[in-house]
């Protein structure tokens, strides 16, 4: 079998979860004996174009005829089975599709955000979740709002770029969806079913987890749609040192507020930027991973990386969230059965997490409440694999002191969810699946 990973890669001074799934998916595909050929651009590539290069910039995300003529090339001479392609902004374009098309080889795209409806891919403005771009022909309030790299400009070029290629994305012959929220998103945008298989990323298997440490680690960029405001306002309801150590890794706008709330209490550790030594003594220093998410985070990696390591997690029911502690219903193994199953709604919410604001981010897929005698405090949606709640101040501090008590009884569990639904071996062999189910198509226009 043979594979063309496309992939315009992120700038790597911002760190990207998507790059390292990117390069981890590679080599799970290689060790599995699949031929993969990378057709990769990276936007570190930009400052050093020629003039002439620059000048073409504006219609890249449009067109890119530069990358269309070179992966025609690479169509021609190699002849895959499948392009499987993954961020196409802003040197590929969505024009890739056409091109693999007009070639006949059929396309797999991975949705890792919201871009093909809001121009910035995150569904987040201003610190609230914004959907006003949805349902739109022309996302005209993101260029207005200025959206995509803080630019009308940008915006408007971005927001143009959606419209042109909404029957680009609609001709994409298969999607995979890293989490059922993702699912139903694509859905919405009027893909059908049987065009969707959810699927999530896996991260590599560190081994046997250590025994518990104590106390919470938060883990991810420090900005205001992950959430880390949130959590020190949640942490700050409780005494100090009466949850163990709050430790917060990660580097971003809003260091300055990790900084001074560890100046201010000694049970809360700034740890920084992590290298991944760093990450994994952090994880098996601490007893729970949080993820505090604000926005509808597609597939948080740092929530795989805890349950790997048999750490339980505490989050925000946004996004992939619940999926990914398996607080959603029913529990479908990686890929299994058709979308719509894996994306079934639970029942639905206590009022508590339906709060006025939790009603209006609440994500599609409901997390499922503990039941049958539990004396899990109403508002905390129980998962195999951890807690999900509103994304309040009020509902977090409620639940961190459950999250600490239950972790010893999650732990085994946690470490179970992540072998049968994230493990390498799990998702590699779901994705061949998917390149197999693919033949071939000579008659796409």
Same mark, same amino acid.
């Given at each position: *079998? ?17 790059? !390292? ?26 400052? %050093?174009? %020629? ?55 059929? +396309? ?106 104590? $106390? ?55 740890? $920084? ?15 729970? +991973? ?18 790997? %390591? ?65 004396? *899990? ?50 998702? !590699? ?17």
């Amino acid at each position: *079998m043979r594979i063309v990973v496309a992939h315009n890669r992120y700038r790597e001074a911002q760190p990207s979860g998507e790059n !390292t799934i990117v390069d981890s998916e590679i080599a799970q595909l290689t060790a599995a004996g699949v031929e993969v050929l990378p057709f990769i651009r990276s936007s570190d590539e930009i400052p %050093s174009m %020629s003039k002439a290069a620059k000048a073409l910039l504006p219609i890249s995300p449009i067109w890119a005829p530069r990358a269309q003529h070179d992966l025609s090339r690479l169509l021609t001479e190699h002849r895959p089975d499948v392009l499987h392609l993954h961020n196409p902004y802003p040197l590929l374009s969505p024009w890739v599709v056409r091109t693999a098309h007009r070639h006949g080889v059929p +396309v797999v795209q991975t949705v890792h955000n919201y871009r093909q409806v809001c121009s910035s891919g995150i569904y987040f403005r201003d610190g609230v979740i914004c959907q006003d771009c949805k349902g739109r022909a022309l996302g005209v309030p993101a260029i207005k709002h200025r959206c995509y790299r803080d630019s009308a400009a940008q915006s408007a070029l971005m927001a143009t770029t959606l419209a042109v290629h909404r029957g680009t994305w609609r001709s994409v012959d298969r999607y995979i969806a890293l989490t059922s929220a993702i699912a139903d998103h694509l859905r919405d945008y009027g893909i059908p079913d049987e065009r969707i298989v959810v699927k999530p990323n896996s991260v590599p298997d560190p081994g046997r987890p250590a025994p518990l440490g104590d $106390g919470f680690l938060f883990m991810a960029r420090l900005s205001p749609e992950k959430g880390v405001d949130l959590l020190l306002d949640a942490w700050r309801r409780h005494p100090v040192g009466s949850l163990g150590t709050l430790r917060v890794a990660g580097d971003g706008e809003l260091r300055h507020l990790v900084e001074a709330a560890a100046a201010e209490r000694p049970d809360v550790v700034y740890l $920084g930027q992590l290298d991944r030594a760093g990450v994994q003594a952090a994880v098996e220093a601490s007893a729970v +991973v949080i993820a505090a998410a604000m926005w509808h985070d597609v597939l948080p990696t740092v929530i795989i990386e805890a349950l790997a %390591s048999g750490r339980p997690v505490l989050g925000t029911a946004l996004g992939g969230i619940p999926y990914l502690v398996g607080a959603d219903a029913p529990h479908e193994p990686a890929g299994t059965g058709p979308a719509e199953n894996a994306s079934a709604v639970a029942s639905p919410v206590a009022s508590e997490v339906a709060s006025p604001v939790a009603s209006e981010v609440a994500s599609p897929v409901a997390p499922r409440l503990a039941g049958g005698g539990s004396s *899990m405090p109403a508002g905390i949606g129980l998962g195999d694999a951890g807690w999900v709640v509103a994304p309040e101040p009020a509902a977090l501090a409620a639940a961190l002191p459950v999250a600490r008590a239950g972790a010893p009884g999650l732990a085994l569990s946690a470490r179970a969810r992540y072998e049968r639904t994230f493990h390498p071996d799990v998702v !590699t062999k779901r994705l061949i699946d998917i390149y197999a189910g693919l033949s071939r198509t000579p008659n796409h226009v």
